[in-house]
């Protein structure tokens, strides 16, 4: 018991020690999800999320094509009326599931575009957590040209 | 260091609407070489933007972000916002750009 609380006092002296020195930013400090990025189906990403697959909201919408020509810029918006504190992006059929976790401030709208890879035809998740509740949006999405590999 | 990032903030009724586009392979680690060699994993995983040096949006990549990536976000905010974006990627390189909200 003690012993477990010695190193844990270590480690957390030696990861601020880290910060004050530059060697991990305060970017870095806010952790990045090894598990969830590394989750290779929606489940496993639903998991690190600690969440069992949302309800669909009408309230969100969920922009992208129906067709994707080339799989390796996939245009992808999502917004919402609801205040989203958090929102995913999960290609199911990806070798990683998850594509994109953004975190959204108070002052922040609702409101994100980007651009994904897809791998294949797929159905694409859009997540998103707000007043502590994830909830969700899909679409399939369907790819002419796969984005991932040779 | 890498190539700057294009930062584009315009302001209307209130609301800045800010695009960005980094320059980044954003490698999978699932593509081969000519010679069949794996490419090793390599790309942006943090994200952050600060506008008056307040978080304003911060994002989590995994691999499956295209390369060169695009962001379009929107806050709360004014004309004359200095907006300061920062990546970090897999290798620990880091980059830093300064725009204006006009």
Redesign the interface.
Known sequence: MNQQRRMLLQHGSLFSLMASAGLI?L??A?E??QAA?SGKNVADVLRTFNTSLPENSEAIHFNAPDIAENG???PV?ISTTLKAEQIAIL?EK???T????????E???S????????AETSNVYAFVKTSGKWLMAQKEIKVTLG???? | MSDPMRIRATEKDG?VDVKILMKHD?E?G???DASGQAIPAWFI????VKAQNK?????????????D?????????AKGDQLMV?W?DTKGD?RADEALVV
């Open positions: 930013s970017c870095q806010q990045w999800n990025f390796a810029v996939v918006g290609v990806n070798p990683n998850l594509a994109a976790h953004f975190f959204l401030p002052d922040t709208e409101f994100v575009v980007t651009r994904i890879k897809m984005g991932c590999g040779g | 609301i954003m999978t699932l593509r081969k995983t943090h994200l952050y978080e304003v949006f911060r994002a989590h990549f995994g691999s499956a972000v295209s390369k990536p695009f962001l379009n976000f929107k806050y709360r905010g920062h970090t880091e």
